[in-house]
Structures are given as structure tokens and as C-alpha cells.
């Protein structure tokens, strides 16, 4: 049996490529410097996976930012304002990635999106009546030769025909289908170049296949391929698929002549009864992806073995596999220096899972029962001390009547602008500011102990005290205390809860140059003490305004961590739900009237596929909030926050959380979502984003009044708030400053065109 790796993670053990790129950002370093910097990752990755005797080892699963951009500026998906720009490749590259705004003129980044069900983001590729789709790039050649030329044969992997055209935006008047003829020549035309210098196997990664497809999207599927597939010549197609399970399209992924089918049997759940069932084509081979590339726990040995022994009933081929890009898992856990070793133990990153496919390799063709590997593995699955019974004797106390809260939202609504007297387009921010180098300085500081907990203190009251100072300068109807205190969203919640785990170099790409460092969930989750009502308290007494408390949600604290795989999702949300519900009521015991309680996460673990939205999620998630505020008096404002817009098929949902305001990222997706919103009749206040946080751009007074103009085509002007779409934290304070300040701007200009200074 060989072994296969989907893709490996690529901004560097210790992040290397981040700090590269950004210093590529700022000028400081040249282009061949960060290419040196990406050359040296890539064979590194080259090499562990030679050493650790993978067989498939893939390349062009580098990326400066994202596949998916790099998938599509290689057919030539450019839309027309960068290439304007006038800028080289690399810089062109960048431009879509996160706006342009310089001498070259001033345009906005492309669309980002969330990865299907992962934390990653992808650029979302526009296609325009004029663009024409061919082969221009060649970095996928050119990653192949580089491997090769360092002495690896590789696997060149990149985005297929079917998922490149679904995941992106038509922005012009022609249909997806007029693309296809193009699209077919270009990847005919890299073909043909792959085959010219000798590759072997291709993957082409068909993530949307594991989607609900129409008739039509199957078609379109059958359409490309059948006519692609007719000139690969000597070069052998891998489809990968991943996430999920393909369902009813698995019939046409075995007629078509593909030479290798890659399925995940991890998230994938009904792809070993597709398979038993149905059959399959011995004259292809099956990838089998069983080593799980999204949590971080060690595989089961055993289990893994006996699906194995079940598929070779039906295939007489099968490669192992990762179940999906090891990009969503971190490095390495003998990186980790002070986790202890009974924890690490159970781990395994993506170094470590390349020593599980080799020895599931190695123990399936022998009488493994008795081998030391698989008696070392067996070990770890039965283990004490993840349990306490208090956390569970809670669980069984809750009543239906803690999920709901009381008064309704309308009353509420009533009650709360009695109290709280906001102006019309209440301004407000989603939480963070700046994360500035002093910021960061002070907690490494804290963290080896060069400075004490009271030392650090009082630098973050110091900090919240000039957050509270400028809010009030620009003229900030609902202040926040700028999250100077954590480093990150879930973490800082995660350390403060029992029940959470943390590493110290386990950092996992979210997007471009952002990198997450999830808590792993190892044990029962109750809080401690207190988290955030020292902080919020204190923003408080500097002001008359109101401050917002600031919680991250139990689904996203959740969905950000690496769950354990002992007890279901539903009892770990619903263990953090009460423990955040401790929190909220302590916020409120101390004044804290408007209490923010993030959920940027929510729709990640949305299952891909409908019929399993309810019962295998949201029939959990959302009552989970509910029981995190429910407990609230009818004058405390609850307010959530997404880091998305993409909710227009789960409306009713977000309603159903009965929080009284959502923000949500709305600037960089089109207008869609606004139009769900009136015609579901939405009943909570809705604060989109009026401006692109992720990009360093300023948005003008002018832009801002007009998109919010657009908003009140759609929403009732006396239930929108204006506020930027997510937290600041990534943001410098140069242009933070001036993107709020026209923001506010754009607020009192507003309110003197709908001709109302009085409360709402
Ligand atoms: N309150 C958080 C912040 O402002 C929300 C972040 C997020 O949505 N990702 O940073
Ligand atoms: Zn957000």
C-alpha cells in the first residue's frame, strides 16, 4: 500500500512566511527575499514527507495567500481594476488580496469567504463578460521542477475546473456555463505542459462535490470532465474530494475516467456505504483519506485498520491518505516545550500524522494485534481524568424554560430604547482595537516574567483608558474596552476555563497572513472565576457612554478550539454555553448593560450538506446561545457578531438566537443578505459593516453613506447600526483612526439626510 498527503501546511513551523510577507508589505525585505523564505519551506516540507516515506508527496500546495487566488490568477480570472494597476505579478497578486491603495490608483481586495467548513478563507475569483480564461501562470510547472530539481518527484495539486467556476462570483451578465469551454482548454493546456516534463499524477482538488448539487451543477460537473478527461494522455487525474461524503454524485465520479478517486472517510460519513454498496472500479485507484487532516488527536489504530480491511473488500488499490490538506492542522508537537507530556502523548500535528500513515502501512500487511506500534496506540483511548461531575450534573439540571429569555425581543426593544436614548445610526465598534507592538511587547514580557501581573494591569488599563478617550474624541455612541488584555478571542476564554489545553507554536493559517492558535479541548469546561468584568468594569467608570461587555460565544469558542473526540460536540458547546452564561450574568451584576457575545464562528461547522443542518447542529448551536443570555434582565442589550454574511439560508436561526442587535462582515460580499433580511421580516437590530477591516484601506465619508444608503433600501433605518464589519486588532492605529473617524462622519451626515438628530 502507498501513502498520500492531500496537502501540508505552509506558513512555516514558526511562522516564517507571516513575518516574511509582511515585512514584503512594508518594504522592508525585496521580492527574491520572501521567495528565498518560501523556497525553504516548501523543501522542507519536500523532505519530511521523503523522510517519512510518503509515497504521493504533493507540490504547488504553496501559497503566498491563498490556492484559490493563486488557482485563478493561473487562468487568468483577473479582474480588470488590478490588472489597471499597472503593478508586476507578485504585487497584482497581493492587490487582490487585500486592496491597493498607492500611487497605481485605489481599489478594493476580492471577496473573502470562509473554506467550506474550516477556518481557512479563500478569495472568492470574480469572472467578468471580458474575461478570458487561459493558461498565463506557471507556478504549478514551476514548483514541480523546483521539487524536482531538489530531488523530489512530486504531485502537483491545484483547484479543479468544476470548483474553481462554482466558488466564484459571475459580475457580469454571462452564465457560468459560457465559461466552460475556456476553462476545459486551459487545464487541457496544462495538461499537456505536465506531460511534457514527465509528471505522473495530477490532483485535482473538487472540494464542491461534496455539496448539495442541482441537476444542473451535475451536469456541469459531467460536462467538463468528460470532455477534460479525454486528453490527459500519459498524466494520471487524481479528484480529491474532502470534507464531507459525495453522495448521490458518486456514480459519476465512477464513470468518468479518472485514474485515482479521493475520498474522506473522516468527515465523509456515508463514503463507506456509498462504496460497499455501489461497488468500485478496480481499474482506478481509491485514495482513501483516513487520517483525520482536521483535529489533532492521534488516530485509532485499530479502528483505522478494520475500515481499511472493509474497503479492500471492494478495491483491490487503495493508497492511504490524509483525509483533507493537513493545512488545518499545525506543525509539529515535539515543537510544544512546556505542554505536558501525558497530553502530548495524544497528539499528532501534521509531522506526526505522516508517521501514523506509515505505520498503518507497515502494521495492516503484518499481524499487527501484537506489534508494539498498535499496542502503544491502543493505550491512549482509554484514559480517566477528562471527567467531572459537577459539569455534568449542571447539564441534566437545565430546564426548557433556561433557553428562552424573557420579555420578547419587540418589548425589549421598547424598554431598551427608553434606557439606553440612542441616536439614529447608533455607532459603535465589534470590540478589538489595534493590537500595537506595545501590546504584544507587554505580554511577552508578562509571559517570562519580566514584569508582574500588576505591572501588566495597569499597562492595559492604560491602554483602555486612551481606547475609551478616542472613542469618545470621534464621537462613538456604544464604546468598547479594545480587548487589550487578550491575545486572542478563544484562547483568553480557553485560560480561563477549566477543561482547556494550550500550545505554544500550534498556529494554523486562517487567512493570507493570519494564523490561529486553537485551545484543544481535553477535559469537562467549567469556568474558573471572573474572565472579563475587571476589564469591562473599569472602561466603564472612565465614561457616561455605555461600554460594551465583550464575550466570545460557546459554538465559536468551540469551533475555534480542536474538540475532543470523547463526548459529542453538542455536550462541549453546551458545557462552555453555561460557563460563558456564569459570565454574562457577572457582567451584568456589575453594571455592564450591553454585553456583546461574539459568535464569528457560527456557521463554520454548519454541515455541507442541508439535510443534516438541523438535527446534526443547528437544533444545539442555537439554543446554546440562548442559554448563554437567556438568564438577562429585559434592559440589558445582547448583541452577537458574525464574521460573515453568508447566513441568508439559515435566517430564521440567526433570529432564533433572540440576541437585540447582530453585526456582521458585509462590506466585501454583495447585498444579497440584505434583501434576506426584509423578506424574513428580520427582527433583530443589524449593524453590516460599512467597511473592509481586513484590508489597510480608508474608506471615505462618501463611501460610507452610500453603501449605508443602500442598506436602508433594505433594513428600517431606526433598527441599523453603523460600525465597521469586524474586530480591529489587525489594523494599524494610522489608518484605524482615520477610517473611524469617517465612519462617525458619515453617521452625523446620515442623520442630518434622514432629517432626525432626536432618539431613535
Ligand atoms: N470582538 C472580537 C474583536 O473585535 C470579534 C472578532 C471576530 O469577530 N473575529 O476582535
Ligand atoms: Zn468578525
Redesign the pocket.
Known sequence: MKTNVIGFPRVGLYRELKFSTEKYFKKEISYEKLEECAHKLKVSNWKIMKESGIDFIPSNDFSFYDTTLDTAMAFNIIPNRYKDLGLNFIDTYFAQARGYQGPNGDVRALAMKKWFNTNYHYLVPELYDDTKIELVSSKIIDEYLEAKEEGYETKPVILGPYSLLTLSRVCGSKTKDSYVSDLVLGYKELFKRLNEIGTSWLQLDEPCIVLDLDNESKKLFKDIYSVLLEEKNGLKILIQTYFGDVRDNYKDLLSLPFDGIGLDFIEGKKNLDLIINNGFDNSKVLFAGVINGKNIWKNNYNKTIELINKLKTVSSNIVLSTSCSLLHVPYRVSSEIILDQKYKKHLSFAYEKLKELLDIKNLISIDYKNDERYLENQKLFNIDGRTNSAVWDRISNIKESDYIRHPGFYEREKIQREVFKLPLFPTTT???FPQTNDVKQERKKLRVADISEDEYNSFVKKKIKECIELQERLGFDVLVHG?YERND?VEYFGINLDGFIFTEYAWVQSYGTRCVKPPLVWGDIKRRNPISVMWSSYAKSLTKKPVKG?LTGPVTILNWSFPREDISIKDQITQIALAIRDEVLDLEDNGINII?I?E?ALREKLPLRKEDWNKEYLDFAIPAFRLVHSGVKPETQIHT?M?YSEFNDIIKSIDDMDADVITFEASRSDLQVLKALKENDFKTEVGPGVYDIHSPRVPSVLEIVSSVKKMIEYIDPKKLWINPD??L?TRGVEETVLSLTNLTSAAKELRKLYDCDDNR
Open positions: 465589534i470590540g478589538s480587548e478571542m465583550m456583546q461574539d464569528a457578531h464574521c469586524c474586530g486588532k
